[in-house]
């Protein structure tokens, strides 16, 4: 099994390019923002529990991701691979992470993280919230999930770097242009 973990900030087009990393290689896409805002249309107990955490642009507790992690891998667990959107998030995630694979017997393979400039992304983001109907990036939330991304998820940079699983790239040009090279860093 193959686990592929997609990094970037809010905007960087991880939700689209996990997406297409899933169709061509046949992976699960596990967008935890997706499930997140999925269960929150849908009026559930743990849609009404993050809708406010949501709605702030704050961070959804890391037990509760978990939770929803290993039922995903659970319930997929004869899928040739994964590709994690917007997950992990924290320092503390990625450590339980790595414990919940290695208790159903895999691990993560390569980290790949998409590199934009602060003005591009915020532009990004605020043309998706116009097209897609999105509350949940108004310019205040925004700004206070770009602070969330640097402050919580630049560390595990460092730290899948230290494992030697991190690649670098930079998210600017065409979908298909970053496309192709996310593709010539996956090792199948």
Known sequence: MFNLILF????AGKGTQAVKIAEKYGWVHVSTGDILRSEVS????LGLKVKAVMEAGTLVSD???IEIMESVFRKNSKAGGFVLDGFPRTLK??????GMLEKLGTKVSLVLSLEVESEELAKRMLKRAQEQGRKDDTEEVIKNRLVQYHQHTKPLIEYYESKNLLKNLMGMGTIEDIFESLCREIPV
Not at 8 to 11: H, L, S, T
Not at 42 to 45: A, L, V
């Open 8 to 11: 970037g900030p809010p905007g």
């Open 42 to 45: 849908q009026g559930t107990p």
């Open 63 to 65: 037990e509760l991701l």
């Open 93 to 98: 995630q990625a450590k339980e992470l790595e």
